[in-house]
């Protein structure tokens, strides 16, 4: 007598049926986890974009933040001298 290799004689479960269910069950895992690694790999892009375009507008400012020092460092020696000269006048 042969037995069904998929079920025994009281239809419960055999090896070769749960390997079946597990092969299923990691194919399935495999699929999600390509989509997941698709998305994270678009974060990734923007985020690199991102961090980009953050460094640039960090440059941009320091840049300003020098000139405008530099610009109120001047006015101020402008106005030092008048008031210098303002003082010897008095």
Request: charged share 40%; net charge positive; no cysteine.
């Amino acid at each position: 007598m042969m037995k069904n290799k998929k079920e025994n004689k009281n239809g419960k479960m055999t090896l070769e049926k749960l390997a079946v269910m597990v092969a299923r069950g990691f194919e399935g895992t495999d699929k999600r986890l390509d989509r997941v690694e698709a998305k994270l790999s678009e974060h990734d892009r923007r985020f690199s974009k991102l961090e980009y375009q953050i460094d640039e507008v960090k440059e941009i400012v320091e840049r300003f933040e020098k000139s405008d020092i530099l610009n109120l460092q001047k006015r101020v020696q402008i106005l030092e001298r008048a008031v210098r000269v303002l003082s010897k006048q008095v």
